[in-house]
């Protein structure tokens, strides 16, 4: 039965973050629109299993959802409503769902709304995933590594932030829409990234954070299809994802990008990331944003038949590019990886001194202290990674690799 | 319509100083060129100037005054514009026009409205 149920469960969030775009314009609210969906989310998951599916899920959750908005407004004495114009109000008490291009247009706006750059980054990411994911109040706190009250008191906050200071339900003008793409880009990179490299713990969340980001990311696509900087970063996701399968091996260990097993890497998702890549970059005229780079980087992984016929030169350009275009720490340790595989270990050495120290700086130069024979100060190296934050199955392989040094340091 | 409070936060200096003649100017045009959309606005003498009013307890308790800003920053509280604007985006569009923006920083808060 936990199948059928989390189906069910699946289909109530997915339709309701469909139907909540459309229930925020009709009412002009947030807060009621979401409560209007999962009070009628809750009604479906306690009568489908008896009644079964309806026909038209969609279209049994829209009416459902109207009549819950009519029942808030009445009961909060209809004073949001007497601020609405009629004909809004008359949308509610329609039985058929509104027509695909209304749902596409209020998606946007919704999506525009959500992820306005006056929000901060933390603020969108949470009031993404429960609106745009229609995930609840546990579960945001689950995989934001919160606490649900603080959750709770975060996205109310936000909420109110979105009411007094007037942020429209509006998708920006053609004049406003590149930095606005930006904005929401950023909420969906940040949402993947959060899901594919998570801090610390076990993974025992029942959300997939990567599927969320990845079905946003497709959504966003979908509906600003001429636009390069959504094409790039569901690139740079799909060509992550493909190499998920061989990133964990069947114990949930980390296997390392020279260990993959390259045939487990999905080819239809490579080929529809390159696809997407290819696209952006021929739109932006082969001026690279972040996301562009990045997803660049994966593929040229994805086009190497092994870990050594890698094209290491290109990937040290690329990362060259990105550490001047969006340095970052993360990124200037990387691109230290790919130096020494391009240039030898030393020459890696020699890029990390540049590179402010944390957990993975102590691991990569662990490893490259590991490679050139220096066991005693790998050792050293990888004992401080441990002091920081790091999955579990993370911690594992590093205290594996530890036990195989310190044997070799005693031969 | 929507109502914001736009404060200006540049270097605490004395607008008055011919050496800011310059700078007044540019704000001069800004208040001209918005004028549709600008309620009220206001200059403020330097940080130096002000006083820190508190009454200790409750209401007609004693006054107790202090010398200074209320608190110590780089960039202090220089000036205020009230505008008025359909929403978010057009406030935030008025606020960039406003010379402290790339001088120092606007700070955009929506005035609560009466009811």
């Known amino acids: 039965m936990p199948d059928v149920h989390d189906r069910l469960a699946e289909t109530v969030r997915v339709e309701g973050a469909r139907i909540l775009a459309t229930l925020v314009r009709t009412i002009g609210d947030l807060q009621i629109a979401e409560d209007a969906v999962q009070e009628a989310a809750l009604v479906a998951m ?50 058929d769902p509104p027509p695909d291009h209304v749902v596409r247009d209020d998606q946007l706006r919704l999506i525009f709304t959500c992820c306005h750059p006056a929000l901060s980054l933390e603020a969108r990411v949470a009031l993404a995933l429960r609106t745009l994911c229609g995930l609840t109040m546990a579960q945001i706190a689950a995989v934001l590594l919160t606490n649900e009250p603080a959750m709770a008191k975060r996205l109310t906050r936000t909420r109110q932030k979105i009411a007094a200071a007037r942020i429209p ?18 909420v969906v990179h940040a949402l993947y990234t959060a899901g594919h490299a998570p801090r610390s713990g076990e993974e025992a969340v029942d959300v997939d954070l990567c599927d969320e980001a990845v079905r946003l990311g497709r959504l966003l696509r979908r509906l600003l299809p001429d636009e390069p900087m959504p094409a790039a970063v569901l690139a740079l996701m799909l060509l992550t994802e493909a190499r998920r399968p061989a990133r964990v091996d069947r114990a949930g260990d980390v296997v390392p990008l020279f260990d993959q097993d390259r045939s487990r890497w999905d080819a239809a998702l490579i080929a529809q990331g390159r696809g997407l890549l290819d696209f952006s970059l021929r739109r932006t005229e082969g001026i690279a944003d972040p996301y562009q780079l990045q997803a660049a980087i994966a593929a040229e992984h994805s086009r190497a038949p092994s870990y050594r016929a890698t094209d290491w030169p290109e990937i040290v350009r690329l990362y060259d590019l990105l550490c001047t275009v969006a340095p970052s720490p993360a990124a200037a340790l990387s691109r230290a990886v790919a130096v020494a595989e391009a240039s030898g270990t030393g020459a890696g050495l020699a890029a990390l001194e540049a590179v402010p120290p944390s957990e993975r700086w102590h691991a990569v130069r662990a490893e490259l202290l590991a490679r050139a024979g220096r066991y005693p100060e790998a050792i050293e190296a990888v004992t401080a990674s441990l002091d920081g934050e790091a999955t579990e199955a993370e911690r594992r392989y590093r205290q594996r690799l530890r036990a195989r040094w310190m044997r070799e340091s005693a031969t | 319509m929507a109502q914001y409070l736009a404060l200006t936060y540049t270097a605490d200096v004395n607008w008055f100083d011919p050496e800011h003649a310059e700078a007044l100017t540019e704000y001069r045009q800004f208040a001209i060129q918005d004028a549709g959309s600008i309620l009220a606005s206001a200059v403020l003498h330097p940080t130096s100037t002000a006083t820190v009013v508190r009454v200790t307890g409750a209401r007609g308790g004693d006054v107790v005054t202090a010398d200074g800003p209320y608190a110590e920053t780089k960039e202090a509280l220089t000036g205020y514009y009230l505008i008025e604007a359909a929403d978010l985006d057009e406030a935030i569009a008025i606020a960039a026009r406003i010379p402290a923006a790339w001088d120092g920083a606007v700070e955009v808060r929506p005035v609560l409205a009466a009811k």
């Open chain 1, 46 to 95: 306690r009568d489908w299993p008896r009644t079964g599916v309806p026909e038209q899920p969609r279209a049994w959750l829209t009416v459902a959802a109207r009549r819950k908005a009519i029942d808030i407004l009445r009961r909060e004495g209809l004073r949001a409503a007497k601020e609405r114009d009629g004909a809004d109000l008359i949308e509610l008490t329609a039985t």
């Open chain 1, 169 to 186: 339900y509006r998708v920006p003008s053609a004049a406003q829409l590149p930095g606005r793409v930006g904005a929401v880009c950023g």
